[in-house]
């Protein structure tokens, strides 16, 4: 009797890039620099600085007047990343005096030069189960080939200091964007805190229990 081959399987399709690393797909598509993993991180302060945080004060920024015209944005967690050009973070703690946030708890931070972030899953990379477990670093706004030149940045020489003005005309700039960032930081921090009192105030003075006869 003759033996029937078993059927061929057919590779189910996969997304674009999804048989690499994510690292290598930052190097090789983005040219980043990767160090460590896994998961592998990103070195900041090379192609890019990073804006960091709290994720409802993110959420409120993209929602916000500069929110469209942000670089990249990647969420973690709690945190939200925002991509800025190289050297930004050596700005923010004088642009936050200027714009009088100086001395504030904001809850607010900049990675540059020697720092790292968690590389988000790259677009297109199909992702196995358990991957992507709760929490980890995701795009809310994946990066694409040659983003860089539009990061939000400081006025070049002879364009200005005012709000708004950065590295090129449809980007937000980096004054903007830490004002709004700085902004929204603190109203966040307000809203917690009145949540945290009204919750609170719901429970009542501690001791204070229903007594029953």
């Known amino acids: 009797m003759a033996l029937t081959a078993p059927p061929a399987t057919v590779p189910l399709p996969r997304a674009p890039g999804a048989a690499e690393a994510p690292a290598h797909w930052y190097e090789r598509v983005l040219g980043w620099p990767v160090a460590g993993g896994p998961p592998a991180q990103l070195v900041t302060g090379v192609r890019f600085d990073v804006l960091e ?112 003005r950065g590295a090129d005309a449809t980007g937000p700039g980096l004054v903007r964007l830490v004002a709004a960032a700085a902004t929204e930081c603190h109203r966040a921090r307000l809203r917690r805190r009145t949540a945290s009192a009204h919750s609170v105030a719901a429970a009542g003075p501690a001791g204070d229990q229903p007594r029953f006869s």
């Open 53 to 164: 945080l709290p994720a409802d004060a993110g959420a409120a920024v993209l929602r916000g007047p500069c929110g469209d015209a942000t670089g990249p944005v990647a969420l973690m967690g709690r945190r939200m990343r925002f991509l800025v050009a190289p050297g930004s973070a050596d700005e923010l703690e004088g642009l936050l005096d200027w714009l009088e946030w100086g001395g504030v708890a904001l809850d607010l931070a900049a990675l540059g030069a020697g720092g790292r972030i968690t590389a988000p899953t790259p677009p297109g990379h199909l992702v196995e189960p358990g991957e992507n477990p709760r929490g980890a670093a995701v795009w809310l706004r994946p990066p694409e080939q040659g983003c860089e030149a539009l990061l939000p940045a400081l006025p070049a020489a002879g364009q200005g200091s005012g709000p708004g």
